[in-house]
């Protein structure tokens, strides 16, 4: 079992700059990869970034590559993503996920992990 717990959500205006944080607990020694997604209202859930826990290989959409940047501290068993030249676009609940088996890794859906937090609102204002 693995439990995931995000933060670092909040406001700011666009241009702006936030950190999210993942805090893995539980059965983290078997941790395979973790990801972000994020859902807007109204909208489908969608790929932000992921992470290989081991060695670091890292995943991005296109929406958000060279803004944002996923990170993970292994002996704290977080995961960060770091996120840059924020755009009223990015506003969405953003959740952290976590694969914990082996095996063809479909990073960028929701059927590539099996643990899920609970979210965490990210608002960029105009």
């Known amino acids: 079992q693995v439990q995931l717990v995000e933060s670092g959500g909040g406001l700011v205006q666009t241009g702006g700059s936030l950190r999210l944080s993942c805090a893995a607990s539980?059965?983290?020694?078997?941790?395979?990869?973790m990801g972000w997604f994020r859902q807007a209202p109204g909208k489908e859930r969608e790929f932000v970034a992921a992470v290989h826990w081991s060695g670091g290989r890292s995943y991005y959409a296109d929406s958000v590559k060279g803004r944002f940047t996923i990170s993970r501290d292994n002996p704290k068993n977080t995961m960060y993503l770091r996120m840059k030249d924020l755009k009223p676009e990015d506003t969405a609940v953003y959740y952290c996920?976590?694969?914990?088996?082996?095996?063809?890794?479909?990073?960028?859906?929701?059927?590539?992990?099996?643990?899920w937090g609970q979210g965490t609102q990210v608002t960029v204002s105009s």
């Open positions: 539980g059965r983290t020694w078997s941790m395979y990869a």
């Open positions: 996920a976590a694969r914990d088996y082996s095996g063809t890794f479909p990073y960028g859906i929701d059927d590539g992990y099996n643990y």
